[in-house]
């Protein structure tokens, strides 16, 4: 079954310092994979998405994760974080027929520090 | 990109009534939503896939005749908590794939959070 790990619950980062949240997956096939931002009492909005081709990807908002098949992971990354980016970030992978099931992490919450 | 909207965004209902839903995909037409909840500091999980025209697939361990879902047209799904109590209390979500320029993403609503008392 497919699952999705997100190790790290909190992560607190200054204003302007990079980020780095991690991801990683289970899937037996070549995964689709998405990382998605909660604001508080909000829906999702979607960051990015991997689907094949180039491993690195880019995104909205300054964002990119890179796919590592050997690591199982798909992190994402921003070098520059801006106090607005504190929120909740959920990694996911898609399962099913045309992958129209998302599998969610449990989410990282980030918090900005001046 | 596409919207997804869902209503209310918040509703505060007593023990053993129904609260219902609404998901409407409001610029373009989804033949499947989905149905996610999400307890406080925790992950989705989903529910179940709404299917416009026939019944909903639902998860593992969901109540279907506690949700119940109807999907009656190409640009809304309901969801109906029936018989609401306390431990149903949670943040309702839907999402729609949008195949408009191929790429099959998915909109996720604002959200519903239902409390009940």
């Known amino acids: 079954a497919q699952s999705v790990t997100q190790p790290d619950i909190h992560i607190t980062v200054s204003e302007g310092a990079s980020l780095e949240l991690r991801c990683n997956y289970s899937y037996g096939a070549t995964p689709y994979l998405f990382w998605y931002v909660q604001s508080p009492g909000q829906g999702l909005q979607l960051l990015l998405k991997y689907f094949s081709g180039d491993t690195l990807v880019q995104g909205i908002k300054g964002f990119e994760a890179e796919f590592k098949r050997s690591q199982s992971s798909f992190n994402l990354r921003k070098p520059s974080v801006h106090w607005s980016d504190a929120a909740e970030y959920f990694c996911a992978v898609g399962a099913g027929t045309g992958f129209q099931k998302l599998v969610f992490g449990t989410g990282t919450r980030l918090l900005v520090s001046p | 990109g596409a919207v997804v909207s869902q209503h209310p965004s918040r509703v505060i209902c007593k023990s053993g009534t129904s609260v219902k839903i609404e998901c409407r995909s409001l610029?373009?037409?989804?033949?499947?939503m989905f149905w996610y909840r999400q307890f406080p500091k925790q992950s989705l999980m989903l529910m179940a896939t709404?299917?416009?025209?026939?019944?909903?697939?639902?998860e593992q361990g969901v109540e279907k005749d506690k949700f119940l879902i109807n999907h009656a047209s190409l640009t809304l799904s309901t969801l109906t908590v029936t018989s609401a109590h306390p431990e149903d209390s949670s943040f309702y979500i839907c999402?729609?794939?949008?195949?408009?320029?191929?790429?099959?993403?998915?909109?996720f609503g604002e959200g519903s959070r239902l409390t009940v008392l």
């Open positions: 709404s299917n416009e025209g026939s019944k909903a697939t639902y």
């Open positions: 999402s729609a794939r949008w195949t408009g320029g191929g790429t099959g993403e998915l909109f």
């Open positions: 610029d373009f037409q989804a033949t499947t």
